[in-house]
C-alpha cells in the first residue's frame, strides 16, 4: 500500500507523473476544482457580507463521489502532496483539497511541477513547499468579487433589458468592441492621392517637396504635381546600410495565443487545450513526458537549465554566428513573473523527430513553440537596406529595398515571418533615370479596423485588464451570449452587445472601464503579495458598488417586449415574444392577468416501432435543448434512450440497433455492424 499520495488536477498528468515515481506513491487526480461558492444567503453570493465576507463553499455538482473517494486516499496516506497547477488558481485548489479532506499541517507538502518530465518531477518531490495563503486570498477575492458582480449586474439586465450577463472583465471587454465600432461608424474618410514613377525594375513614391512632406487631398492638387514633372528622375541621395532584425521573447501565455491566432487560425480556447496536452504529458516511442513548460505566465524569462544546452544545440547545428544572447524586456506592470516563460522541456526533442506521436494541432503548436524558443537565443538577422531619393523639379520620390545578407534566427522561424527581399538595380550617385509612366491614384482613408481575437487580446493585455489564462473564456462568453458576432473573424457588437453596454455605462461608468479593472487586478496582486487586505479590499468594493445596483433597480427604464405581431385568443390583448429560461417564447402582454402561453406546435420526427409497447419512438427535446428518443404512449410507456435508434433490429438478439458515434451497434448484445 503506497503511503504516500500525490494529487493532481488532471487525469492526464497523474498517469504522466505515475510513470516517474516508485511504488511507494500512489498519484490520484481530483479532475480539477472541488468545490465552489454556494449559490445561498444574500442575493444567492454564497457570502457571508456581514461577518467580514466570509464565503461558504460546497462541493461542485458531481464531485461528491471524488471527495469521498480522495478522503479514503488520504487516510490510507502517511503523507500528501498536493500538485495542483503551479498559479493562483492552482494554489486555490490545493488549499481546497487540504481544507476538504481533512488534511492536517504536518501531514501535506505543496509541490510545484513546472514541467513534467521525470527529473523536474523527482526534484519538485524533494523540495515541496507549504500552500501560500496569500495567493489563496487572492484567487479568493477574484472570486467573490466576479460572483458578486456577476450575480448582481447579469439579474438587473436580465429583467431590464433581456440580456443574458454581464461580468467584471467581460463587460469591459464587451466595450472595446463596441467603442470600436462607433469609431467606424463616426469614420469621415478623407481624401488623398498617391503618385508612383513606375520604372522597369521597382518604383519610386512621392513623399516630399522640397524640404516639406506632401500630402495631396484632391485631383487637382495631383494634376498639378503631375503637370510640373518631367521625365528624368535624378538621382539625390543614395544610403545603404545594415540593419539588424530581432528575434521575439520566447511566448508568455497572451503571446502565444495571439501568434498561434494569426499564424495557425487557432481561437484562444483550443490554443490552451492543445497547450495544456502539451505541458501534461505525450506518450513517446519510450517515454510519457511534458513536452512543454506550463503555459500560464506572464514571464519571457529561461532557465539556466535550457539555455545552456539550447545554446550549445545552436551552434553544433547552425554554427557559431547563430548563437545569440539572452533578450531582457523591460518590467512591466502586473508581472507576476512566477515561473519562466513557455518553452520546450528538451531542445533535443525537435519536433519533426516526435512529429509521429502528435496530432496534426499539437504538432503546429508544438513547432511554434520550438521554434520560437530557439530563436529568441539565436543571432539578429542582418539585412542590407538600400534608400535612394530621385528629384524631379524639386518633388521627391523614394525607394527601398533590402538584402538579407545574414538570416540569423529567421534560420529556423522564417516560416513564421516575412523576409523576402526586395532587390533593387545597381544605380550611380549623378544618374538620371527616365520615365513617362506614372500612377496617379485616388485613395479615402479607411476607418479603424475591427478587433481580431488576437488583437483583442493584445489591447487587453496592454491594457491590463483581465489575465491571460481568463482570455478565452472571456471571449467565448460575449460569443455565446450573442454579445457580438465574427464578420470576417473580426468581432462586430450585435444589437444587444451595445444595448449591455450602454446601460452599463449609463449607471456603472466608473465600474465597469478599463483603468478600474486594471486597477482592481493590482490590489488583487498586492493581495498575492501580502500588501492589502483581501476583505477591507471587498468592504471597499461593495460598499461603492451595492448602492449603484440598486439605483440601477430603481431607474434603469424596461424595455418593452418585442410584439409578435397578433393578438392573444383568450383576452384579445397583443401576443409579445418573452424570453425564458429555455430560450424566446410567445405569451400575452396582459401577464400576470392573463396568463396566455402560446404553444409551438413541433415536427413530430418518428425513428421506429416502440419495443415495449404498440407505440412510435420519437426525437424528443430536453428543457435545455438536448435531444433523446422516447415512446408518444408516455406516461403509460417509459422507454427512453440518448442513443438513436436507427429503426433495424439486430441479426444475433433481434433487439434495436442504435447509433454511438461513427458506429452502429446492438443496443443489447455486442453485435456491431
Not at 467580514?52 to 469521498?68: D, E
Not at 487516510?75 to 481544507?99: F, M, N, Q, T
Not at 549623378?430 to 476607418?447: A, G, N, R
Amino acid at each position: 500500500m503506497a503511503k504516500k499520495l500525490v494529487i493532481v488536477e488532471s487525469p492526464s498528468k497523474s498517469k504522466t507523473i505515475g510513470k516517474y515515481l516508485g511504488d511507494e506513491y500512489k498519484v490520484v487526480s481530483s479532475v480539477g476544482h472541488i468545490r465552489d461558492l454556494a449559490t445561498t444567503g444574500q442575493y444567492g453570493f454564497g457570502v457571508d457580507i456581514e461577518n467580514g465576507f466570509k464565503p461558504n463553499y460546497i462541493p461542485i455538482k458531481g464531485k461528491s463521489g471524488v471527495i469521498k473517494e480522495l478522503k479514503k486516499d488520504v487516510k490510507d496516506s502517511e503523507i500528501v502532496y498536493l500538485a495542483s497547477d503551479p498559479d493562483r488558481e492552482g494554489e486555490a485548489i490545493a488549499w481546497h483539497l487540504k481544507d476538504a479532506l481533512g488534511i492536517k499541517d504536518n501531514n501535506y507538502k505543496r509541490v510545484l511541477f513546472n514541467e513534467i518530465t521525470h527529473d523536474k518531477v523527482i526534484d519538485a518531490i524533494n523540495h515541496p513547499t507549504v500552500i501560500d495563503d496569500n495567493l489563496v486570498k487572492s484567487q479568493e477575492t477574484r472570486r467573490i468579487l466576479d460572483r458578486i458582480i456577476g450575480f448582481r449586474l447579469s439579474k438587473l439586465l436580465q429583467s431590464k433589458i433581456g440580456a443574458k450577463s454581464a461580468g467584471r472583465v467581460q463587460s469591459v471587454a464587451l466595450k472595446l468592441i463596441v467603442d470600436r465600432e462607433r469609431e467606424i461608424e463616426a469614420f469621415k474618410p478623407e481624401e488623398y492621392w498617391t503618385i508612383t514613377a513606375i520604372f522597369p525594375e521597382y518604383e519610386a513614391n512621392l513623399f516630399k517637396y522640397k524640404k516639406d512632406d506632401i500630402e495631396l487631398h484632391s485631383e487637382d492638387e495631383a494634376n498639378k504635381v503631375l503637370d510640373a514633372l518631367s521625365e528624368k528622375y535624378s538621382v539625390e541621395s543614395i544610403e545603404k546600410k545594415e540593419k539588424a532584425k530581432h528575434s521575439k521573447f520566447p511566448f508568455i501565455t497572451s503571446t502565444l495565443q495571439q501568434e498561434a491566432s494569426t499564424k495557425l487560425g487557432f481561437p484562444a480556447r483550443k490554443t490552451m487545450s492543445i497547450a495544456q496536452k502539451l505541458y501534461e504529458g505525450i506518450d513517446l516511442e519510450n517515454e510519457t513526458v511534458g513536452l512543454i513548460t506550463y503555459m500560464r505566465t506572464d514571464s519571457i524569462r529561461l532557465s539556466d537549465d535550457f539555455i545552456k544546452p539550447a545554446m550549445k544545440y545552436i551552434e553544433e547545428n547552425y554554427g557559431k554566428k547563430y548563437v545569440g544572447f539572452i533578450k531582457k524586456g523591460k518590467k512591466k506592470e502586473n508581472v507576476q513573473d512566477a515561473h519562466e516563460a513557455i518553452r520546450p522541456t528538451s531542445v533535443i526533442r525537435e519536433p519533426l523527430k516526435i512529429k509521429e506521436y502528435l496530432s496534426d494541432d499539437e504538432f503546429k503548436l508544438y513547432s511554434l513553440i520550438y521554434k520560437r524558443t530557439l530563436a529568441s537565443l539565436m543571432s539578429d538577422a542582418i539585412v542590407n537596406q538600400t534608400t535612394i531619393i530621385f528629384d524631379n523639379n524639386d518633388y521627391k520620390f523614394k525607394t527601398t529595398g533590402s538584402i538579407l545578407i545574414f538570416d540569423g534566427y529567421l534560420k529556423i522561424y522564417k516560416d513564421y515571418e516575412n523576409s523576402e527581399d526586395k532587390i533593387l538595380p545597381e544605380i550611380g550617385d549623378s544618374e538620371v533615370c527616365t520615365t513617362t509612366d506614372v500612377d496617379c491614384s485616388q485613395h479615402f482613408t479607411k476607418p479603424p479596423a475591427r478587433y481580431s481575437e488576437a488583437k483583442l487580446i493584445k489591447e487587453m493585455e496592454e491594457l491590463g485588464i483581465g489575465r491571460p489564462s481568463t482570455y478565452a473564456t472571456i471571449i467565448d462568453t460575449i460569443k455565446s451570449r450573442n454579445y457580438v458576432i465574427l464578420e470576417e473573424k473580426k468581432f462586430k457588437p450585435t444589437e444587444m452587445g451595445v444595448e449591455t453596454t450602454d446601460k452599463l455605462q449609463e449607471f456603472f461608468n466608473d465600474l465597469i472601464n478599463t483603468e478600474y479593472t486594471r486597477d482592481m487586478e493590482n490590489d488583487l496582486d498586492n493581495i498575492a503579495d501580502g500588501k492589502l487586505i483581501w476583505n477591507e479590499l471587498l468592504d471597499k468594493f461593495y460598499n461603492l458598488f451595492e448602492p449603484r445596483v440598486k439605483n440601477a433597480f430603481s431607474d434603469m427604464e424596461k424595455k418593452a417586449p418585442e410584439e409578435a405581431g397578433e393578438d392573444c385568443p383568450e383576452c384579445g390583448n397583443p401576443l409579445v415574444i418573452r424570453k425564458g429560461r429555455y430560450g424566446d417564447f410567445v405569451a400575452c402582454s396582459n401577464y400576470p392577468e392573463c396568463k396566455y402561453i402560446k404553444k409551438e406546435e413541433k415536427e413530430v420526427i418518428e425513428i421506429m416501432d416502440c419495443p415495449l409497447c404498440e407505440g412510435k419512438i420519437i426525437e424528443k427535446p430536453t428543457r435545455r435543448g438536448k435531444v433523446f428518443y422516447g415512446c408518444n404512449n408516455y406516461p403509460k410507456c417509459k422507454f427512453a434512450t440518448w442513443d438513436k435508434p436507427t429503426g433495424e433490429m439486430c441479426p444475433e438478439c433481434g433487439k434495436y440497433l442504435v447509433q454511438k458515434k461513427d458506429k452502429i451497434k446492438c443496443s443489447e448484445c455486442e453485435y456491431e455492424k
